[in-house]
C-alpha cells in the first residue's frame, strides 16, 4: 500500500511570498488532515476534510492560508503572503474514517522556512 | 477542551534498557482513545500503539506496552529491550468522537550504545 505523499519536503521562502504544499492521500481514505508542527512542539490540526467537504478549519488562519481538496483525493494548502512565524513542518495525515479509532496515516512532511 | 500533556521534554537511556514516557490528558468525554506516535529524524509520523478507554487491560505491541490509569487521566509508553532505532521522537495523542487527534509536546528519547 503506498503511503501519504508530499511535495515539496523543503522550500525556502522569504517573507510577504506565497508558498503551496501538495498532498496526495492513501487511495480510499475519506478523511485527508492537515498538522503544522512548529519546531520542539506537537503537530496542531490547520484543517481537516471529509472527502472535498471541510469539517474542522478552526485553527486555519484564514487571512493568509487557504486549504483545498477538489474531487476529494488530492489536497493543496497555501500560505499567502507568508510571515517568519509560518517556519514549521507541514504534515498531511488521512485516514480510512473519520474516527481516530484508526489511527492516521502520516506524510514525511514539507519543511517550511521563512526568511 | 482536550489537553495533552508530555511533562519529558528529553529521555536518554542505554541500549537494552527499559524506558517510561509519561502523558497525562484531559477531556470530559467517557469514550475516547489514546495513541503513542513515534517521529524519527525523517519526520513521519508512525503509531506505535493504541489504547481504548473503554477496555481496563493494557494494550500491548511486541516491546511496547502501556498503563492506562483512567481515573488519573494518565497513559504512559514504556519500552522494553530499547533498540538504536528507538531513537525518536515520541508523541502521545487523544482523539475522541469524529473531532481531530490532540498531540503532547514530545519526549525526545535517545538510544545510547
Known amino acids: 500500500e503506498a503511503g501519504v505523499a508530499q511535495s515539496p519536503r523543503y522550500k525556502i521562502i522569504e517573507k510577504r511570498q506565497s508558498v503551496a504544499f501538495w498532498c496526495n492521500p492513501i487511495s480510499g481514505h475519506a478523511t485527508l488532515y492537515w498538522y503544522q508542527q512548529i519546531l520542539g512542539q506537537g503537530p496542531k490540526l490547520l484543517i481537516q476534510f471529509q472527502n472535498n467537504g471541510v469539517v474542522d478549519d478552526s485553527q486555519l488562519p484564514k487571512d493568509r492560508f487557504s486549504a483545498e481538496r477538489l474531487k476529494g483525493v488530492d489536497s493543496t494548502l497555501k500560505i499567502q503572503p507568508a510571515k517568519l512565524e509560518d517556519s514549521a513542518v507541514y504534515l498531511c495525515?488521512?485516514?480510512?474514517?473519520?474516527?481516530?479509532?484508526?489511527?492516521?496515516?502520516f506524510g514525511s512532511g514539507t519543511r517550511l522556512t521563512v526568511v | 477542551a482536550q489537553t495533552v500533556t508530555q511533562s519529558q521534554p528529553e529521555m536518554s537511556v542505554q541500549e537494552a534498557e527499559t524506558v517510561t514516557l509519561s502523558c497525562t490528558y484531559d477531556t470530559s468525554e467517557n469514550n475516547y482513545y489514546l495513541f503513542w506516535y513515534k517521529q524519527p529524524p525523517s519526520r513521519q509520523m508512525i503509531l506505535v500503539i493504541r489504547q481504548e478507554a473503554y477496555k481496563q487491560q493494557n494494550a500491548t505491541e511486541n516491546r511496547f506496552s502501556v498503563n492506562f490509569q483512567k481515573a488519573a487521566k494518565s497513559f504512559s509508553l514504556k519500552i522494553s529491550d530499547s533498540q538504536l532505532g528507538d531513537t525518536a521522537m515520541y508523541f502521545c495523542a487523544l482523539g475522541q468522537g469524529a473531532q481531530k487527534l490532540v498531540f503532547g509536546q514530545g519526549t525526545r528519547l535517545t538510544i545510547n550504545p
Open positions: 495525515a488521512s485516514s480510512i474514517e473519520v474516527s481516530p479509532y484508526y489511527g492516521y496515516t
